[in-house]
């Protein structure tokens, strides 16, 4: 029903930044609330950033407050994750999810994933 799609992941220093894009198919975008999450090797997928269908209302995970960001451009299908003063702890797979809905930011809110991008922080 939705289809996502990350890109802009790649190798970056520790202290860089890069910007992560989420494609998503949905005939109406704005209904759905979109949200960041990570996966590292060996751990859990684990929540990192959201954002309201109107883009409103944002969270995102203490591990990044201050230095990372979402945002949305509704007239794109876009969400976007700003991320700045990158630490080698933020090397992980980074997945887009949409939800219809959404009370708490958990794995289990979204509805749809992307196959995720790659983002390594070397120091």
């Known amino acids: 029903q939705v289809q996502l799609v990350e890109s802009g992941g790649g190798l970056v220093q520790a202290g860089g930044s890069l910007r992560l894009s989420c494609a998503a198919s949905?005939?109406?975008?704005?209904?759905?609330?979109m949200g960041w999450f990570r996966q590292a090797p060996g751990k859990e997928r684990e929540f990192v950033a959201g954002?309201?269908?109107?883009?409103?209302?944002?969270s995102s995970a203490d591990s990044v407050k201050g230095r990372f960001t979402i945002s949305r451009d509704n007239a794109k299908n876009t969400v976007y994750l700003q991320m700045n003063s990158l630490k080698p702890e933020d090397t992980a797979v980074y997945y887009c999810?949409?939800?219809?809905?959404?009370?708490?930011?958990?794995?289990?809110?979204?509805?749809?994933w992307g196959k995720g991008t790659l983002v390594t922080v070397s120091s």
């Open positions: 999810g949409a939800a219809r809905y959404v009370i708490m930011w958990t794995v289990r809110a979204m509805d749809y």
């Open positions: 949905a005939r109406t975008f704005d209904s759905y609330a």
């Open positions: 954002i309201s269908g109107s883009g409103g209302v944002t």
